[in-house]
């Protein structure tokens, strides 16, 4: 059975830094691509980040670049995002996502059930 677990979200005030992390388990992790998807209430899910399988491609959502950065363990099975500079319009549901082939939309085969970050202006 494939889960994704996602932790380190939060609240933070605006300016401030949070680091999401997902555990992958029960899939072959270095096969799959992995990214962090969003969603704000009454919004459509945003594909935020996403890395290829051997982390030498990344595409971020222009609302991310210069401030989140998307990494992989594939030791460890893991997928962070570091999130900087943070502002009240990144509140969402953080979602962990893999899927065997790169996606440029907020579609995968895998999801995990997402960790809340709250930012305080």
């Known amino acids: 059975q494939v889960r994704l677990l996602e932790s380190g979200g939060g609240l933070v005030q605006a300016g401030g830094s949070l680091r999401l992390s997902c555990t992958a388990s029960?899939?072959?992790?270095?096969?799959?691509?992995v990214g962090w998807v969003r969603q704000i209430p009454g919004n459509e899910r945003e594909l935020v980040a996403v890395m290829s399988r051997s982390g030498a491609i990344t595409h971020y959502a222009e609302s991310a670049k210069g401030r989140f950065t998307i990494s992989r363990d594939n030791v460890s099975n893991r997928v962070y995002l570091q999130m900087n500079n943070l502002e009240p319009e990144d509140t969402a549901l953080y979602y962990c996502a893999a899927d065997p082939i790169l996606p440029t939309l907020p579609r995968f085969q895998y999801w995990g059930q997402g960790t809340r970050v709250t930012v305080s202006s």
């Open positions: 029960g899939l072959t992790f270095s096969t799959f691509a």
